[in-house]
C-alpha cells in the first residue's frame, strides 16, 4: 500500500446516493406518467411524470433501473405511479 492510496477517495456516484436517500426518506406523493423514453430494443427505459405538492404541479423524469424495466406496464402514459420527494425540496424526486 503506497502512501497515495492512504488520502485517495472512493468515487461515489451521486446520484444513485440521491436516490437510495429518497427512497428511505422522502414522502410519498401520487403521480402520473406522462410520456415515456425508449432503448433500442423498444423497451422503456425513461419515464417522465408529473405529481402536485401543496397546489404545485412538478414534472421530471428518472431513468428506470433494472428492477423498474421488467414492469413495464406500470410505466405507460397514463398511470398513476408513487413519487418519493424531498419535503425541503420536493421538485427533487423519484418514481418508485
Given at each position: 500500500?503506497?502512501?497515495?492510496?492512504?488520502?485517495?477517495?472512493?468515487?461515489?456516484?451521486?446520484?444513485a446516493?440521491?436516490?437510495?436517500?429518497?427512497?428511505?426518506?422522502?414522502?410519498?406523493?401520487?403521480?402520473?406518467?406522462?410520456?415515456?423514453?425508449?432503448?433500442?430494443?423498444?423497451?422503456?427505459?425513461?419515464?417522465?411524470?408529473?405529481?402536485?405538492?401543496?397546489?404545485?404541479?412538478?414534472?421530471?423524469?428518472?431513468?428506470?433501473?433494472?428492477?423498474?424495466?421488467?414492469?413495464?406496464?406500470?410505466?405507460?402514459?397514463?398511470?398513476?405511479?408513487?413519487?418519493?420527494?424531498?419535503?425541503?425540496?420536493?421538485?427533487n424526486?423519484?418514481?418508485?
Open positions: 500500500m503506497g502512501l497515495l492510496s492512504l488520502f485517495r477517495r472512493e468515487r461515489r456516484d451521486a446520484e446516493e440521491r436516490r437510495a436517500r429518497l427512497l428511505r426518506t422522502g414522502r410519498i406523493a401520487d403521480g402520473t406518467v406522462l410520456d415515456v423514453g425508449t432503448d433500442e430494443a423498444g423497451g422503456i427505459s425513461h419515464v417522465f411524470y408529473a405529481y402536485q405538492i401543496s397546489g404545485v404541479e412538478y414534472e421530471s423524469s428518472q431513468t428506470l433501473d433494472d428492477a423498474q424495466r421488467q414492469r413495464p406496464a406500470a410505466y405507460a402514459p397514463g398511470a398513476s405511479v408513487t413519487v418519493r420527494y424531498d419535503p425541503r425540496q420536493p421538485a424526486s423519484v418514481v418508485v
